[in-house]
């Protein structure tokens, strides 16, 4: 089972809305809080009886959906669902929802000097703690907060870094995997023991055989 803590979708390729389950068959299966990206998801049951995904808002425009473009969800609670995106004229930011309906959000501070061309991804570990990451010029690449409001730039991240996926692993501890001059041309992971606010660059091996066009994502 899925816990909500876990719902992590950090992908760049992130379309419009979102869609929730419908119903239940068990209080502990999917909670109506579950989120998943996409403009148009299809009714496929996932089991036999139950669950169905459905649209949260109206397609085909989704007019009436408070954030443009998601790049990544992370929900802390069934009334605490973060969301990194924003709107193509207006630049990228972190939001908050507390409405199991998504239908309002609060958009959270960034600290960012440099403008912020993309937000990737975010992984809460409470309602409090967590991390967002994205493109990286000259400073920063990561940002992580300690109040869930504020989200200030993680030390030390000095170059070019692309954070593609961000995960909370408990007691404060996050991990990402990127790409750039901290990391390595071809990719690495990122491990913090501090909530965020440090990353130690772990480089891909040299004897990995990884293709020289690949670039890190999951």
Not at 126 to 141: M, Q, Y
Not at 161 to 177: E, K, M, S, W
Request: net charge negative; glycine share 12%.
């Amino acid at each position: 089972h899925v816990r909500p803590s876990q719902h992590h979708i950090p992908t760049p390729s992130a379309r419009y809305c979102a869609t929730r389950t419908k119903k239940r068959k068990k209080k502990h299966n999917m909670k109506l809080s579950t989120f998943v990206l996409g403009a148009v998801a299809p009714a496929a049951t996932l089991a036999a009886n139950e669950s169905q995904w459905i649209d949260l808002f109206h397609p085909p425009f989704f007019s009436d959906c408070p954030i443009g473009i998601i790049t990544g969800l992370s929900c802390a609670s069934d009334t605490a669902c973060f969301v990194s995106g924003g709107q193509p004229t207006s630049g990228f930011h972190v939001y908050e929802s507390t409405d199991q309906h998504f239908r309002e959000v609060d958009t959270l501070t960034v600290d960012a000097p440099v403008p912020i061309d993309m937000l990737l991804s975010i992984g809460m570990q409470d309602a409090t703690t967590g991390v967002v990451g994205g493109i990286g010029l000259l400073i920063d690449g990561t940002w992580y907060t300690k109040d869930g409001k504020e989200f200030k730039a993680s030390k030390g991240e000095v170059g070019l870094l692309t954070t593609q996926a961000v995960y909370p692993l408990g007691n404060d501890h996050f991990a990402f995997v990127g790409e750039g001059t901290e990391e390595g041309s071809l990719g690495g992971v990122g491990y913090s023991k501090d909530g965020g606010e440090f990353f130690i660059a772990h480089k891909w091996p040299t004897d990995l055989g990884t293709d020289p066009a690949a670039t890190a994502r999951y």
